[in-house]
T-cell receptor
Framework: EPEVTQTPSHQVTQMGQEVILRCVPI?????FYWYRQILGQKVEFLVS????????KSEIFDDQFSVERPDGSNFTLKIRSTKLEDSAMYFC????????????FGEGSRLTVL | QQQVKQSPQSLIVQKGGISIINCAYE??????FPWYQQFPGKGPALLIA?????SEKKEGRFTISFNKSAKQFSLHIMDSQPGDSATYFC????????????FGTGTRLTVIP
């Protein structure tokens, strides 16, 4: 069964460092997303990406965040200068086109900022 | 502003019992209401979803009831099993497909054998 894969599964970084989280969406999907979940809290939308550009972003997704699809298969989330409050599980998700729109989530990348 | 409110926060049910989780939303533009199941260390997985043109959708032991006028929807798990123990999130979105999903705060379900 096709799946969304994410790397790394866990990353520990120092505050102020740059972090890149990587995702390989399902191959025929057209829409890509990043969500995050702070420990014990709800899943929150960060950004959606379609046709090589951001289609929507939340207020969480500030100038410290960026996304890229560098090679047609990977989808990356970069945090330029991490803060303690960026510690969370980051989920990549993708979906095919069309109206039914089931979103498939990866298993997440846990980011710990010290 | 919390777009989707979910209750209860946690739920303990005996094996074979019915688990009921409730959600309420505020934005009348929402037109897609999925429920996600999340096991520890895993990403959310779509369980069942409904659109506002129907009041109920059933898939196996899982049923969504939808009340458009009250802006509420609920998940019913019939004959609950220990393997159903997980965190359940309701969500809502507007527009085509599952765009920007607004998630509820989650319900941790424990089914006791």
């Amino acid at each position: 069964e096709p799946e969304v894969t994410q790397t790394p599964s866990h990353q520990v970084t120092q505050m102020g460092q740059e972090v890149i989280l990587r995702c390989v969406p399902i191959s025929n999907h057209l829409y890509f997303y990043w969500y995050r979940q702070i420990l014990g809290q709800k899943v929150e939308f960060l950004v959606s990406f379609y046709n090589n550009e951001i289609s929507e972003k939340s207020e969480i997704f500030d100038d410290q965040f960026s996304v890229e699809r560098p090679d047609g298969s990977n989808f990356t989330l970069k945090i330029r200068s991490t803060k303690l409050e960026d510690s969370a599980m980051y989920f990549c998700a993708s979906r095919a086109g069309g109206h039914t729109g089931e979103l498939f989530f990866g298993e997440g990348s846990r980011l710990t900022v010290l | 502003q919390q777009q989707v409110k979910q209750s209860p926060q946690s739920l303990i049910v005996q094996k074979g019992g019915i688990s009921i989780i409730n959600c309420a939303y505020e934005n009348t533009a929402f037109d897609y209401f999925p429920w996600y199941q999340q096991f520890p260390g895993k990403g959310p997985a779509l369980l069942i979803a409904i659109r506002p043109d129907v009041s109920e959708k059933k898939e196996g032991r899982f049923t969504i009831s939808f009340n458009k006028s009250a802006k509420q929807f609920s998940l019913h798990i019939m004959d609950s099993q220990p393997g159903d123990s997980a965190t359940y999130f309701c969500a809502a979105s507007k527009g085509t497909g599952a765009n920007n999903l607004f998630f509820g705060t989650g319900t941790r379900l424990t089914v006791i054998p």
